[in-house]
């Protein structure tokens, strides 16, 4: 396979802009109002409780999406920050680089909050509107069914909607971007403008098809508890978070690794289908930018892999 020997990179879309993350750092590449690039650099830094959760089957899931959430965030908070301000007016960003720190772990944990309000919402809001079609269909079986369609419903209409933005447009144009750099590197091409823009848009590992197999795994998990009455659906649901999460987590991975392998690469086409709403096709200068951004973070995992071997041998 292309992609065998190769180390695993993930990405996210930022406002004019994409963040890549590998084994030692992110960095994300934002184009100015005046056309130049920013570039913001990180650390990987992974508190110790959450390595040993992360070497956990079904407790991995949760605790990297924790992090990425958390980590998203500073890089989104910085995109947006710079796509604000003038190139001109930057002395207002100097200003407050000594409040920094506090800045990331404020926004780090609003990425968190974020993220679990989100789902809580996601996943209580159909529980409820299920319960009112109960006179109609009051076995269980039927209620997860229909819970589940709401979810889904409410999932697409959501992106759809979101998607009509101007911004959130071109947030999804520089998801497909970065989609079509991993694609273009895990293919083993050159990384080009032509090269990148001819692979896919679509992603097997990416987070869209997570959120989607997360209504897909809680239609099987709801089956195995009680639905009725309402407050021990809506308390179950609320406990069985972590549960979906970490299930959908492992499934994930299953599909990608199965992704070439005939007949059970169908697994995951569903979360390849949602990806059809969350990406949009980039512009040249937004390619660009995603293949900026991903060189740069190969230039600084070569650097740390050398400071790595070299503090071994010292």
């Known amino acids: 396979m292309a992609n065998e020997k190769k180390p695993i990179y993930g990405g996210q879309a930022v406002v004019e802009g994409v963040m890549f993350g590998g084994k030692y750092n992110y960095v994300t590449a934002v184009r100015r109002k005046d056309g130049s690039v920013d570039y913001f650099r990180l650390p990987r830094k992974t508190h110790p409780f959450v390595a040993s ?24 908070n910085f995109s947006t920050e710079r796509f604000e301000i003038d190139p001109k007016d930057d002395e207002l960003i100097e200003k407050q680089e000594t409040s920094k720190l506090s800045m990331y772990l404020g926004v780090a944990a609003v990425g968190v ?43 697409l209409a959501y992106i759809y909607i979101v998607s009509l933005t101007p911004l959130v ?58 639905a009725d009455p309402l407050w021990v659906r809506l308390l179950n649901r609320l406990a069985l978070i972590p549960v979906v999460l970490g299930i959908s987590f492992e499934v994930l991975q299953l599909t990608n690794k199965l992704r070439d392998v005939p007949v059970l690469r169908w697994l995951g086409l569903p979360g390849l289908w949602l990806q059809l709403l969350t990406t949009k096709e980039p512009d040249d200068s937004q390619a660009e930018i995603a293949i900026l951004s991903f060189k740069e973070l190969l230039n600084m995992e070569k650097e740390s892999e050398v400071t790595k071997k070299t503090e071994e041998i010292v």
Request: include cysteine; hydrophobic fraction near 50%.
């Open 53 to 76: 959760l992360k070497r956990i089957p079904f407790l991995r899931g949760i605790a990297a999406i924790v992090e990425a959430s958390a980590n998203g965030s500073k890089h989104l």
């Open 113 to 155: 909050i974020s993220f679990l309000f989100g789902k809580f919402l996601f996943t209580l809001i159909p529980a409820f509107l299920a319960h009112l079609a109960s006179p109609i269909f009051p076995d269980r079986p039927a209620q997860v069914l229909i819970e589940g369609l709401i979810k889904l419903i409410l999932l």
């Open 169 to 226: 447009k071109r947030v999804f144009q520089y998801h497909g971007a970065e989609h079509k750099v991993i694609n273009c590197f895990e293919n083993g091409l050159e990384l080009t403008v032509k090269n990148v823009q001819s692979s896919s848009r679509l992603h097997y590992r990416c987070g869209s098809s997570f959120i989607l197999f997360t209504v897909i795994v809680g239609v099987f998990v709801y089956m195995l508890v009680p």
